[in-house]
């Protein structure tokens, strides 16, 4: 089936420091989500992106839908303590289902 | 706060048992989704139920079954619990099929089978 690949597996920032990662696929999505989870908590929508190339942003987080359907990034500026967590890419998978296929996730850890 | 709740928070069973696993959806959201997350495998969908009817199967177990009410809570069932059934497993919901990817996720129950 279509699979995510999330990059990088875990980040350790500064606090205060910009954060990149993203997420590819070998098949087209059309619906890129990003989710955050936290310890023992369920994941938590943060992002969706709906267009090829589309840029958008939720507070200090911002991602994108890349052009070739394949890839999207999600980026954090100015990181604080609270950003610490697992972030999650996940799209429907071509076909029409409504099924969510999610990326292994990538954790960041903040230090104060 | 999703709107999502799940009951119970934990549940600590023996191999061979079986259990219910219950998912209230946000108010006003027809569908119901119902994903189990492991360490090994990550996060992977179990099955759909829009409107009451089974709607989209993912890689579910036969020994796992759910369905969804007319009030449109679902409850999940695993039957002949094995130690490997161990996880959490996340209840989703979103207002209607085809109309919107976002599901917004309740809680989770965490499984512990001994």
């Known amino acids: 089936g279509q699979q995510l690949n999330q990059s990088p597996q875990s980040m350790f920032i500064q606090e205060g420091e910009d954060v990149s990662m993203n997420c590819t696929s070998s098949s087209i999505f059309n619906t890129w989500l990003w989710y955050k989870q936290d310890p023992g908590e369920g994941p938590v929508l943060l992002i969706a992106l709906y267009k090829a190339g589309e840029l958008t942003s939720n507070g200090r987080l911002t991602a994108q839908f890349g052009i070739t359907r394949k890839d999207s990034f999600l980026n954090i500026s100015a990181s604080i303590p609270s950003d610490v967590g697992i972030y999650f890419c996940?799209?429907?998978?071509?076909?029409?289902?409504?099924?969510?296929?999610f990326g292994k996730g990538t954790k960041l850890t903040v230090n104060p | 706060d999703s709107g999502v709740t799940q009951t119970p928070k934990h549940l600590i069973t023996a191999t061979g048992q079986r259990v219910t696993l219950r998912c209230s959806p946000r108010?006003?959201?027809?569908?119901v989704y119902w994903y189990q997350q492991s360490l090994d495998q990550g996060l992977q969908f179990l099955i759909q139920?829009?409107?009451?009817?089974?709607?989209a199967k993912g890689n579910i177990l036969e020994r796992f079954s759910a369905q969804q009410f007319p009030d449109l809570h679902s409850e999940l069932n695993l039957s002949s619990l094995e130690l490997g059934d161990s996880a959490l497993y996340f209840c989703?919901?979103?207002?209607?099929?085809?109309?919107?990817?976002?599901?917004?996720f309740g809680p989770g129950t965490r499984l512990t089978v001994t």
């Open positions: 108010s006003g959201d027809l569908s």
């Open positions: 139920y829009y409107n009451g009817e089974e709607r």
């Open positions: 996940a799209g429907p998978p071509f076909g029409g289902s409504e099924k969510l296929v």
């Open positions: 989703a919901s979103s207002a209607l099929a085809g109309a919107t990817y976002e599901q917004y």
